[in-house]
């Protein structure tokens, strides 16, 4: 089958788990012998076009407004959808693809239109939505102008994947589309790329000037709100009230990251939680492997990979209570669970890993035989390979457009069910 995948992320570009996923599955997919193409946006230093592991890249040069997302983000958005579909077009008058897959609400103009243009079935997957990042509140332009471009690409999408049961009861609610026109298909994780050597978790101690005995705790992600930094900051606080030595180490760069170094400073912790900014994987591996406890405090999290990656690299994982974390952590088997915004549970929880050598072995112990059965890339290319047949086999039709959103709570007119499922899956009933 001839597959091309539109995606704002693919390495070296990758801002979360979304650019993960993209990568490992497209890989997948060549494994299978499917012929792969990814239309994506440009990296500096990057070819434009490129053979990576048998997936064709073609990366796609900026349009103005060139440069970093700002603070507007939408036109940003749409200048770079014209140059996805600029390279997607230029790429189909010689490769025809049987299906166009596109990932997420900002590189859903591209997917859309390209599809429609070469009347190619259409597969989306939703990664996140914008209602269920505020709780089904629409109260910004923004907010709003994202929402309708999600509903919209699920509307035009033969075929929908989401990556959680918790997702789908979401993006139903959040679209207004029955449950079972969403695919689950889990994410994954390459065990093997997050085992480390003990010489590398040496040198990344070395590297933060974390002596071998000190207690070290990591995060590793976007930092954003809903992402629970700022409780992993305060659980430090209460943390180092009993183990005095106690480090944090935050891995990833965001929006949120002026107001958590003040946070530190006013908690007269910012000499012991140090900013590593972006890391590649090689680098996370090693610090994931150098800590005593990997902290995932998510509020909202359609599945949390990086809970899977800390797993892998031999860490013992505690995540918020909600959303796909709870599908990936099994509370006291493969991790701990907390509710999410708790500094105190969670810094709880992270006394208890330090406080007992016997229960983090354990945790480590189930969540690797876990990942090895459950979690992994070959699964996942093949399940999406399923989606791309039934695509092809039956091109459901567009449904109609979506109404654009109002400012307000989507979930205000759902029914009640609807609500009470919604509520269920965020931890919150």
Avoid at 71 to 89: F, G, I, K, Q, Y
Avoid at 235 to 244: C, T, V
Wanted: proline fraction near 8%; charge should be negative; glycine fraction near 6%.
């Amino acid at each position: 089958m001839r597959i091309l995948v539109v995606s704002w992320e693919y390495p070296p570009v990758i801002y979360g788990g979304l650019g993960r996923h993209v990568h490992r599955l497209t890989e997948g997919l060549v494994a299978d012998g499917h012929d792969v193409a990814v239309v994506t946006q440009s990296a500096p230093g990057m070819p434009e076009e490129e053979d990576d592991k048998g997936v064709r890249v073609f990366r796609a040069p900026p349009d103005p407004p060139a440069g970093e997302r700002g603070e507007d983000l939408v036109p940003w958005v749409l200048a770079l959808n014209t140059s996805l579909m600029r390279t997607a077009h230029r790429l189909t008058r010689e490769w025809m693809p049987d299906v166009v897959h596109a990932h997420d609400w900002v590189d859903a103009h591209a997917g859309i239109n390209v599809a429609r243009a070469i009347d190619a079935p259409l597969v989306a997957t939703i990664h996140a939505t914008e209602a269920g990042l505020w709780d089904g509140w629409l109260s910004t332009p923004l907010s709003r102008a994202r929402h309708d471009i999600e509903a919209w690409l699920v509307a035009e999408a033969t075929r929908s994947i989401v990556c959680s049961e918790a997702m789908r009861v979401e993006a139903a609610a959040a679209f207004d589309v029955p449950p079972e026109d969403l695919t689950v298909i889990r994410n994954a994780v390459d065990h093997p790329a997050w085992r480390t050597t003990a010489e590398a978790r040496r040198a990344t101690r070395e590297r933060f000037g974390i002596p071998p005995k000190t207690p070290l705790l990591v995060f590793g992600g976007r930092l954003e709100w809903e992402k629970g930094v700022d409780v992993c900051i305060e659980a430090l606080s209460l943390i180092r009230q009993r183990h005095h030595d106690a480090r944090l180490v935050l891995a990833g760069a965001g929006s949120q990251e002026v107001n958590l170094r003040r946070l530190a400073q006013r908690l007269q912790i910012d000499h012991v939680v140090q900013f590593a900014g972006r890391m590649g994987q090689p680098e996370l591996a090693a610090l994931f492997g150098a800590a005593d406890v990997a902290l995932v405090p998510s509020s909202y999290e359609p599945f949390g990979i990086v809970a899977l990656e800390a797993c892998a690299a031999g860490t013992p994982v505690i995540a918020g209570d909600s959303g796909g974390l709870r599908e990936v952590i099994e509370h006291d088997v493969t991790g701990l669970l907390v509710p999410p915004r708790d500094p105190s549970d969670l810094a709880s929880a992270a006394m208890r890993l330090l406080e007992e050598p016997g229960l983090s072995q354990r945790l480590v112990r189930a969540a690797h035989q876990r990942i090895a059965t459950e979690y992994v890339w070959t699964a996942v290319a093949r399940e999406t390979e399923k989606v791309y047949a039934a695509a092809v086999a039956d091109p459901r039709p567009p449904r109609p457009r979506p109404a654009p959103a109002a400012d307000g709570n989507i979930l205000a007119d759902r029914p009640a069910s609807v609500q009470q499922a919604w509520r269920r899956v965020r931890g919150e009933v």
